[in-house]
């Protein structure tokens, strides 16, 4: 499983037009799904993204994480994080998990990022969607998980 998470200030995503999920400040992840992922990796990484310390303590030092300053979080799946580049100019999505895995996952994904007490929004699974923000930093990680 891969998130690539964006520290913004602000971000939304839209379908057809309309706004599906907004946040101020918090993290903006992009969440990838592969064929073999599982409940136990989607645990793990929900808590990874949400102890992860890339918010300014009072000394102005990464320090602190989403929780800590009680920022919001936008998930929005994407498959094409698994996109394989490394033969031709067309990316290979093999190792992407069809929807019917990767939505559960999503999904349960986005649940232990709630518990967390924070304000969460997300995209539509599986819609073409449009998604802007405003990076703060910028600060742009890929977290993985392999467990």
Do not use: W
């Not at 939304?12 to 409940?39: H, M, W």
């Not at 990796?41 to 808590?47: G, V």
């Not at 999503?106 to 304000?119: N, Q, W």
């Amino acid at each position: 499983m891969r998130a690539f998470v964006q520290r913004v200030l602000k971000a939304e995503v839209s379908v057809n037009s309309e706004v599906a999920g907004r946040i101020d400040q918090g993290l903006l992840v992009l969440l990838g799904i592969r064929y073999d992922d599982t409940e136990t990796r989607a645990a793990h990484l929900a808590r990874k993204v949400l102890q992860l310390r890339i918010f300014e303590d009072d000394g102005g030092r990464m320090n602190r994480s989403v929780t800590d300053v009680k920022g919001e979080l936008l998930i929005v799946s994407q498959f094409t994080l698994y996109g394989d580049t490394s033969r031709g100019n067309r990316p290979s999505y093999s190792q992407a998990a069809k929807a019917e895995l990767a939505e559960p996952l999503y999904e349960s994904f986005v649940k232990h990022c709630k518990v967390a007490g924070l304000h969460v929004s997300t995209g539509v699974f599986g819609a073409t969607m449009l998604v802007s923000l405003v990076n703060d930093g910028p600060v742009s990680l890929l977290c993985e998980t392999e467990i």
